[in-house]
Nanobody
Framework: QVQLVESGGGLVQAGGSLRLSCVAS????????MGWYRQAPGEQREFVAT???????NYADSVKDRFTISLNNAKNTVFLQMNSLKPEDTAVYYC?????????WGQGTQVIVSS
């Protein structure tokens, strides 16, 4: 069973930065995209960013120019560099590996941005 483990969340002041990481416990066959989603209290989970194995990235408008998604050479770790954080970025951040036939989700890492 593949597990995705996120890390890097925490408490930061507005304007600060955090770097999230998500590592897969083993290689996943036929990964198509790797991405980040977030869920704020009382809200639905929303898209943040995705990246293909070739490095093509997409971002939600709310994070464009502030967040950067990347992956490592082994293609088993995805990162999310978050700069210029705002209180509205406060949420639990989840990584997702989308492969042929199924999706894999991490357990989430909490990000709190204080004003």
């Amino acid at each position: 069973q593949v597990q995705l483990v996120e890390s890097g969340g925490g408490l930061v002041q507005a304007g600060g930065s955090l770097r999230l990481s998500c590592v897969a416990s083993r290689s996943i066959f036929s990964v198509i995209t790797m991405g980040w989603y977030r869920q704020a209290p009382g809200e639905q989970r929303e898209f943040v960013a995705t990246i293909t194995l070739g490095g093509s990235a997409n971002y939600a408008d709310s994070v464009k120019d502030r967040f950067t998604i990347s992956l490592n050479n082994a293609k088993n770790t995805v990162f999310l560099q978050m700069n210029s954080l705002k209180p509205e970025d406060t949420a639990v951040y989840y990584c997702k590996f989308h492969s042929v036939g199924r999706d894999y989700w991490g357990q989430g890492t909490q990000v709190i941005v204080s004003s």
